[in-house]
């Protein structure tokens, strides 16, 4: 596991430190400068060009993770895979367009009651989603040679900082709306352009095309399996997408403003969990070529373990300060906060759950995973409508949290039931029981009158009273082990200061 653990902590690292930058754009900048409905519009513009996206890539992104492994070769130019791969989506995008402009009245239709600022600046999605085609492809194939960082950092760090300045201007009254949505889009296209410069740059833009025995061997294959990786790419991100699309449709676009900024919120649970999906994708493909089951179990075990205790505390820390955190946004977005902890505990169960996604993707039993992200797509439709109509925005949470936790129970039980893999160990049932005692305990301290000083002393208490008693149970070994080697590091500088200082 030492490169998934080396590249997926410097990955985590860029990942904190764009949440920070993000954390400042979506909770000071966008809540305090944009009305809800222009929050709304700027997040449902991003979800709703993955959508687009997803149906394009014609299941590129898969297709790159499972077969690259057996097109790499630097000397014959990958056999013409990049070609290939960018070619195919690019018919992908020509196709979904014109798919998108015949839809476009249907669209408008839905949403022109509840949401017309949606449906007024529709046609800002076709540059957006292209941008995120490419930069999703460039990424996938960048990370297949484990080329894992600039990617990172360039969506990560860079793209937050464009959008840091875009909403500058807006909030400092040097640009109108109008001209904050138009740079807000490049900003969002830049890092499709970084990611094919950098990979001219270290010289994998093999570009030339070219029809090899490989092309003849797995081509024919290689489509299949690429448009079941688009249907069950595009039913996954539809279940996950749905509950706030609906949300602008059934309520209105400030509602689905408040919704995704909890979202995004909760967005910063998994940052460790997408970093080692980057990092581990590739190695389980080619797990999978030498049929190395038990070094698979072994990461799928441990990246269970880690997530599990990574994402609990992430978890805890943002909701025994959620009220603090609150503070610093207009009053309308308090409405959120059973939103958040419900959308929470789902994004929790997905940590939990490991790589039970890309295990199964990457599989030959691909196929199934269609046929349940189908059926939780029907049923996430058919949830969030009943639950929408009696709970509002808690309602879509909550169909939300339902959904997320049954179609990772189904992929553990099939991948144990196929591959006989399972990532749960018993002595792992102590982490959500510790997780309930220090919320409860959280709950009995009375908030301090100083929201700093209160975030402070709350996080240090509770955070102590959760890390300690995991750290001695050895929940996760590698956690533990990065934890003895900080102390240690910690320790060994505090003894050279002090003999400096003699």
């Not at 149970?473 to 002090?498: F, Q």
């Amino acid at each position: 596991m030492g490169i998934v653990q080396r590249d997926s902590f410097s990955i985590t690292i860029i990942a904190y430190v764009g949440a920070v930058i993000g954390f400042i754009n979506k909770l000071f900048l966008f809540t305090n400068f944009l009305t809800t409905e222009q929050v709304g519009l700027a997040n449902l513009l991003i979800t709703i060009a993955m959508l687009y996206t997803q149906f394009a890539a014609i299941g590129s992104y898969n297709t790159i993770n499972k077969y690259f492994p057996f097109f790499n070769n630097q000397h014959k130019h990958h056999h013409g895979f990049l070609f290939g791969i960018s070619a195919l989506a690019l018919a992908g995008f020509i196709i979904s367009t014109l798919l998108f402009l015949v839809l476009r009245k249907p669209f408008q239709w839905h949403f022109e009651a509840n949401s017309p600022l949606l449906v007024e600046y529709m046609p800002y999605l076709i540059p957006l989603a292209l941008a995120t085609l490419y930069y999703n492809i460039f990424d996938t194939y960048l990370r297949s040679l484990y080329y894992n960082i600039i990617p990172s950092l360039t969506y990560e760090v860079i793209l937050r900082i464009f959008v840091t300045l875009s909403i500058s201007l807006f909030a400092i009254g040097w640009v109108d709306f109008k001209t904050f949505v138009a740079i807000y889009v490049i900003a969002n296209c830049l890092p499709a352009v970084i990611v094919i410069l950098y990979t001219w740059y270290i010289r994998q833009l093999m570009l030339k095309p070219m029809y090899t025995l490989h092309w003849k061997r797995l081509g024919s294959i290689m489509v299949v399996y690429g448009l079941f990786s688009m249907m069950n790419n595009l039913s996954g991100l539809f279940t996950m997408s749905i509950d706030s699309l609906m949300v602008a449709r059934m309520i209105d676009l400030s509602a689905a403003g408040i919704y995704t900024t909890m979202i995004f919120i909760t967005s910063v649970l998994i940052i460790p969990y997408r970093s080692m999906i980057k990092v581990s994708t590739p190695l389980i493909s080619n797990y999978w070529k030498e049929r190395a089951l038990d070094k698979m179990e072994d990461l799928y075990t441990r990246a269970t373990a880690s997530n599990l205790v990574v994402g609990s505390g992430l978890f805890l820390m943002l909701w025994i300060n959620i009220d603090s955190i609150l503070y610093f946004m207009p009053g309308e977005y308090a409405t959120g906060k059973y939103v958040f902890l419900m959308l929470g505990i789902g994004k929790l169960f997905d940590m939990a759950s490991g790589l039970n996604s890309v295990i199964l993707a990457t599989s030959k039993k691909y196929r199934y995973d269609l046929i349940f992200t189908v059926g939780l797509v029907v049923f996430t439709i058919i949830t969030n409508y009943f639950f929408i109509r009696l709970f509002g925005m808690n309602g879509a949470a909550l169909a939300s949290m339902i959904t997320i936790v049954l179609f990772n129970l189904i992929r553990i039980w099939f991948i144990s039931y196929h591959f006989n893999l399972q990532p749960f160990r018993t002595k792992q049932l102590w982490v959500p029981a510790i997780l309930l005692v220090c919320m409860m305990l959280s709950a009995a301290i009375q908030q301090v009158y100083n929201v700093f000083v209160d975030l402070v002393v709350r996080s240090t208490i509770i955070g102590l009273l959760f890390v300690i008693p995991l750290y001695f149970l050895h929940i996760s070994e590698d956690i533990n082990k990065m934890a003895r080697k900080n102390i240690l590091w910690v320790w060994r500088w505090i003894r050279k200061d002090r003999l400096h200082k003699q």
